[in-house]
């Protein structure tokens, strides 16, 4: 399954929010959809799975919604923090796949 | 929860290099491993996965030419890699699994692989 992350860059200032897109080339399983975010520098982190189940630690500005093909990560209010990239993970089916990516900037 | 990956380096084409990921807090045999890859500045991709019943799946750019093994003793895990070509220089991640589900909640740092003449 191919994911496709939109927009490539999202630029923003801090206290907006942000909406991030993520669109499978044919259905995910289950709704088995994950959200990573990755600084510089760093491994990613999960921050969603099960396409709207925050992972453990996850602040609650963080939301997933979606189903089937399309799915979105939302930031309800973006802090200092939260500029990074944004990857989408599908694992309904093999081989797992990612998204591109979606990089969040400090506009 | 902490994995840790060693063993990363500059190889050349046609080499083998042997990544090893040290697991503390959790064991490695009771849960599904995997290592994650990601070329530089570009996204990441799934390469191997361990079950914890021992069988192993790979992603099709490396099959036959990587092997995932793990040493339950020591709760470490390895990725071999035999055949390098240049389109496998990357950050390696080793990540588990939640659930038993194909997703990761927890990563290593990773370990960056090289190959280049």
């Known amino acids: 399954i191919v994911l496709s992350q939109s927009p490539g860059i999202l630029s923003l200032s801090p206290g907006e929010r942000a909406t991030l897109s993520c669109r499978a080339s044919q259905s995910v399983s289950s709704n088995y959809l994950a959200w990573y975010q990755q600084k510089p520098g760093q491994a990613p982190r999960l921050l969603i799975y099960g396409a709207s189940s925050r992972a453990t630690d996850i602040p609650d500005r963080f939301s997933g919604s979606g189903s089937g093909t399309d799915f979105t990560l939302t930031i309800s209010r973006l802090e200092p923090e939260d500029f990074a990239v944004y990857y989408c993970?599908?694992?309904?089916?093999?081989?797992?796949?990612f998204g591109q990516g979606t990089k969040v900037e400090i506009k | 929860v902490q994995q840790v990956e060693s063993g990363g380096g500059l190889v050349q084409p046609g080499g083998s290099l042997r990544l090893s990921c040290g697991v503390s807090g959790f064991t490695v045999s009771s849960n599904y491993m995997s290592w994650v890859r990601q070329a530089p500045g570009k996204g990441l991709e799934w390469v191997s996965l361990?079950?914890?019943?021992?069988?192993?799946y790979y992603a099709d750019s490396v099959k036959g030419r990587f092997t995932i093994s793990r040493d339950n003793s020591k709760n470490t895990v390895y990725l071999q890699m035999d055949s390098l070509r240049a389109e496998d220089t990357a950050v390696y991640y080793c990540a588990r699994h939640r659930y038993g589900l194909g997703f990761f909640d927890s990563w290593g740092q990773g370990t960056l692989v090289i190959v280049s003449s």
């Open positions: 361990i079950f914890g019943g021992g069988d192993t």
């Open positions: 993970q599908q694992y309904g089916s093999s081989p797992w796949t």
